[in-house]
């Protein structure tokens, strides 16, 4: 699975951005997929994520109200929607998918990772 983030910049605080992710490969395996960031000096964090299927989404708290993540499967793309940009929120967000392959005796899963885009917001 590879996948492709796109849509960061620079923007004001209480603005907005869109984030894509466009996933290609084995993504017919995908179960779930999220958004995480990492800020300068602090751990990288999950922001948003959704699971194929049931379509359940999950926020981090910081975001809920503001960030909405969402997909199209049919164009293997996932989005998150950021409004009322905080400077808090500068950081590389990465897109990340799950694929669980069933075996005879167990389950296995495995992470993919995009390659980051920055988003920052000036006061």
């Known amino acids: 699975v590879q996948l492709v983030e796109s849509g960061g910049g620079l923007v004001q605080s209480g603005g907005s951005l869109r984030l894509s992710c466009a996933a290609s490969?084995?993504?017919?395996?995908?179960?779930?997929m999220g958004w995480y960031r990492q800020a300068p000096g602090k751990q990288r964090e999950l922001v948003a994520g959704?699971?194929?299927?049931?379509?359940?989404?999950n926020y981090a708290d910081s975001v809920k109200g503001r960030f909405t993540i969402s997909r199209d499967n049919a164009k293997n793309t996932m989005y998150l929607q950021m409004n009322s940009l905080k400077p808090e929120d500068t950081a590389v967000y990465y897109c990340h998918a799950r694929r669980t392959l069933i075996y005879s005796d167990k389950e296995v899963d495995y992470d993919y990772w995009g390659q980051g885009t920055q988003v920052t917001v000036s006061s």
């Open positions: 959704v699971t194929f299927g049931t379509e359940e989404t």
């Open positions: 490969g084995n993504t017919f395996t995908i179960n779930a």
